[in-house]
Nanobody, 124 residues
Framework: EVQLQASGGGSVQVGGSLRLSCAAP????????IGWFRQAPGKEREGVSC????????WYDDSVKGRFTISSDNAKNTVYLQMNSLKPEDTAVYYC?????????????????WGQGTLVTVSS
């Protein structure tokens, strides 16, 4: 079974930065859509960002636009989520997901492969 591995979470103060990594061995990123999702305590999982291999286009939830940046390194089969200007409401377990497609989506039902999650805690 092909696994995704999310890493890079940790504890930061408000305004800080973190870079999450999603290692996707076995997924050629030139035809795999990758999405980042998060689940805060007591809340449903929500889409944060995704990147489409078709044209490198990206999508961001309004709550993270201008603060988060998604990128991919095809040679390393890794997708990154650079998170700047972090806020307490960004605290959540972050997951990456993959689907063999030329597109990506902010909807979790699009993806059939999920990583184990990495915890991000932002304190004031």
């Amino acid at each position: 079974e092909v696994q995704l591995q999310a890493s890079g979470g940790g504890s930061v103060q408000v305004g800080g930065s973190l870079r999450l990594s999603c290692a996707a061995p076995g997924f050629p990123l030139d035809d795999t859509g990758i999405g980042w999702f998060r689940q805060a305590p007591g809340k449903e999982r929500e889409g944060v960002s995704c990147i489409s291999p078709r044209d490198g286009s990206t999508w961001y939830d309004d709550s993270v636009k201008g603060r988060f940046t998604i990128s991919s390194d095809n040679a390393k089969n890794t997708v990154y989520l650079q998170m700047n200007s972090l806020k307490p409401e960004d605290t959540a377990v972050y997951y990456c997901a993959a689907e063999r497609s030329y597109y990506c989506s902010g909807h979790e039902s699009f993806y059939s492969n999920w990583g184990q999650g990495t915890l991000v805690t932002v304190s004031s």
